[in-house]
C-alpha cells in the first residue's frame, strides 16, 4: 500500500461491491429493506457491500474473523458510519446493538467482528454501542450451508435481552457481519421487541 492508505489499498477500494440501499433508505427500491416484508417491522435494513463468493468481500470478512483483523472492522464501521451519517441516519438511532457471539466461540476467538464493526459505527455517527444487552444464550451450530427454515430455527430462542430497562422505547441498531437470509437478525430483533425497543433497524458489513 501506498503511504496514506489503511488496510486497503486504493486501487482495491475502487473495485469493492458497495451497495447503494441507504440511498433508498425504507422504501421498495431497497432489496434489503424488502427482505424483511412480512417478518419482522424493520425500520431500516442497510449492508455497506454485496457479498461473492471469493470475492474480495469474502477475504477481508476472512481476514476480520479468523485472522485477527480486529481493527479492520472498526475501520470499515468508521466508514460506512461516514456515509451514513451524511445521510443524516445519525439522528434516527439510539443505541447500536451487535449481534452477540456465544460465550465460548468469542472466548476462542478473542473477539467479537460484529462488535469491533459496531465501534466504528459508533464512533463515526456519535450514537452510543453497548455489547453486553443482548446475549446469546445457546452456542448455536454453524449457519453455513444450511437453507432458511434451518437457519431460523437454529436461532429462534438463543438471544435475550439483559437491562431491557436500557433499551426501553429507543430506536436500536443491530450490527452484525453478513446478511444471508436474515434468520440471525430477525430473532435479534423479535428479542428487542420483545423486551421493549420502540423500533429496530439492521446494519451489515456484507449482504448475499
Known amino acids: 500500500m501506498a503511504r496514506g492508505e489503511k488496510y486497503i489499498c486504493t486501487k482495491c477500494n475502487v473495485k469493492l461491491p458497495y451497495t447503494d440501499f441507504h440511498v433508498h433508505g425504507a422504501t421498495e427500491l431497497n432489496p434489503l429493506q424488502r427482505r424483511f416484508w412480512g417478518k419482522v417491522p424493520v425500520r431500516f435494513a442497510f449492508s455497506y457491500f454485496t ?6 468481500v469474502q477475504r477481508l470478512l476472512h481476514q476480520l474473523k479468523y485472522k485477527g483483523a480486529k481493527e479492520l472492522g472498526v475501520h470499515l464501521g468508521q466508514r460506512y458510519g461516514s456515509i451514513l451519517q451524511d445521510h443524516h441516519y445519525h439522528e434516527q438511532f439510539d443505541l447500536i446493538v451487535p449481534v452477540p457471539l456465544h460465550k465460548q466461540k468469542q472466548r476462542k476467538r478473542g473477539y467479537n467482528q460484529s462488535a469491533h464493526f459496531a465501534l466504528g459505527l459508533a464512533a463515526a455517527m456519535e450514537v452510543p454501542t453497548v455489547s453486553n444487552i443482548l446475549v446469546r444464550t445457546i452456542n448455536t451450530s454453524t449457519q453455513t450451508r444450511k437453507d432458511r427454515l434451518n437457519r431460523w430455527q437454529n436461532v429462534e430462542q438463543v438471544f435475550e435481552v439483559k437491562k431491557p430497562e436500557t433499551i426501553a422505547g429507543k430506536h436500536v441498531l ?20 420483545n423486551a421493549g425497543a420502540s423500533e429496530v433497524s439492521v446494519v451489515t458489513i456484507a449482504a448475499a
Open 51 to 56: 457479498f461473492q463468493n471469493k470475492g474480495s
Open 174 to 193: 443491530i450490527v452484525d457481519d453478513v446478511l444471508t437470509t436474515g434468520a440471525t437478525l430477525e430473532a435479534c430483533a423479535v428479542a428487542l421487541f
